[in-house]
């Protein structure tokens, strides 16, 4: 079993930015690739950007490519979603996600993908 926990949302005004931090716990060997998916009221999950745990490869949603980075910390067994050029529509509860999928070319993208969630973290952009 893998345990995750995600911290860093927050309140933050249009164009600012912030940090989301995932911790990843447990049975860390079978992690090949770490994810992040977003939900906004009233709508479907939605990927935001992937990476695999060795930190080799990288995949953005368009609507976040250029303005949000992910990057891990394998001494830290973490996560990290710095976000950039935040917009009100980014508005949405954020979900760090482990998959144990080993031979995808790159990373997954989709939700079924990741078998280990965390919590959540709200993140809310004001206009």
């Known amino acids: 079993q893998v345990h995750l926990v995600e911290s860093g949302g927050g309140l933050v005004q249009a164009g600012g930015s912030l940090r989301l931090s995932c911790v990843a716990s447990g049975r860390t060997f079978n992690i090949y690739t770490m994810g992040w998916f977003r939900q906004g009221p009233g709508k479907e999950r939605e990927f935001v950007a992937a990476?695999?745990?060795?930190?080799?490869?990288?995949l953005y949603s368009d609507s976040v490519k250029g303005r949000f980075t992910i990057s891990t910390d394998n001494a830290k067994n973490t996560v990290y979603l710095q976000m950039n050029t935040l917009k009100s529509e980014d508005t949405a509860a954020y979900f760090c996600?482990?998959?144990?999928?080993?031979?995808?070319?790159?990373?997954?993208?989709?939700?079924?993908?990741?078998?280990?969630w965390g919590q959540g973290t709200q993140v809310t952009v004001s206009s």
């Open positions: 990476i695999k745990w060795n930190g080799d490869r990288q």
């Open positions: 996600a482990a998959s144990a999928i080993v031979a995808a070319p790159v990373p997954p993208s989709r939700p079924y993908e990741y078998s280990y």
